[in-house]
């Protein structure tokens, strides 16, 4: 997809200085993938006792053995 942005340019100079050797659209890109990833463990962590979870995890090991 193409997008144009209007970048506060010392925001997009950390950035690039965040990711060395990167392009501008790789920089753009693993930003949001980490901010994305960061967002969804937080979410997770906000979820933490209002959902009951089975721990299976003793079941799947023996599983695998079998």
Same mark, same amino acid.
């Given at each position: 997809?193409? !997008?144009? =942005?209007? =970048? ?6 950390? /950035?690039?200085?965040?990711?060395? +050797?990167? !392009?501008? !659209?790789?920089? &753009? #890109? ?5 901010? @994305?990833?960061?967002?969804? =463990?937080?979410? /997770?962590?906000? =979820?933490? +006792?209002? &959902? #009951?979870? #089975?721990? /299976?995890s003793?079941e @799947?090991?023996r599983?695998?053995?079998?």
């Amino acid at each position: 997809m193409r !997008t144009t =942005l209007d =970048l506060d340019d010392r925001l997009f100079e950390a /950035l690039m200085s965040r990711y060395p +050797g990167a !392009t501008k !659209t790789e920089a &753009v #890109e693993r930003a949001i993938r980490e901010h @994305l990833a960061v967002d969804a =463990l937080r979410r /997770l962590r906000e =979820l933490r +006792g209002r &959902v #009951e979870i #089975e721990n /299976l995890s003793s079941e @799947l090991r023996r599983d695998r053995r079998a």
